[in-house]
């Protein structure tokens, strides 16, 4: 077993810094993530898309619906939202639980478009 008392001096050497930078690294990892992408193919939605001469064209746009305003938007207009927030990460020890915060269930996953999803981080922040 590892000694508990030399784990926690280690500990002592982890800045706040670390651990916002360590936060910022997991949720970027998460956001280049297969499960994400995945998760977004089960999302996708596919309009069909006319050429100039209103022949369909082969591929369609690939859209997704934001789960607020109902609207459709392109991948680069969305965000994939965590529906019971991440929140900090102020203590190493509490890692795991931050892991599984972030690369939970889908059904703690939503699409937001980027409009819908900086209104819910507003307000999330506001109750705090
Ligand atoms: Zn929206």
Known sequence: MNDVKTHCDLLDNITRKDLQQIRTGLRQA???SNYKGEF???KRVEVIRYKTNGDTAKRPYIKYECIKCLKLYSITEINV???DKV???NDVLSIK???FNIWCE???LQ???KDCHKLKTKYERSKF
Do not use: M, P
Request: proline content about 0%; hydrophobic content about 50%; overall charge neutral.
């Open 111 to 113: 699409i937001l478009c």
């Open 87 to 89: 929140g900090a990460f």
């Open 30 to 32: 998460f956001i280049r």
């Open 106 to 108: 889908y059904s703690n």
């Open 40 to 42: 977004l193919r089960t």
């Open 81 to 83: 939202d965590h529906i």
């Open 97 to 99: 639980d931050f892991f």
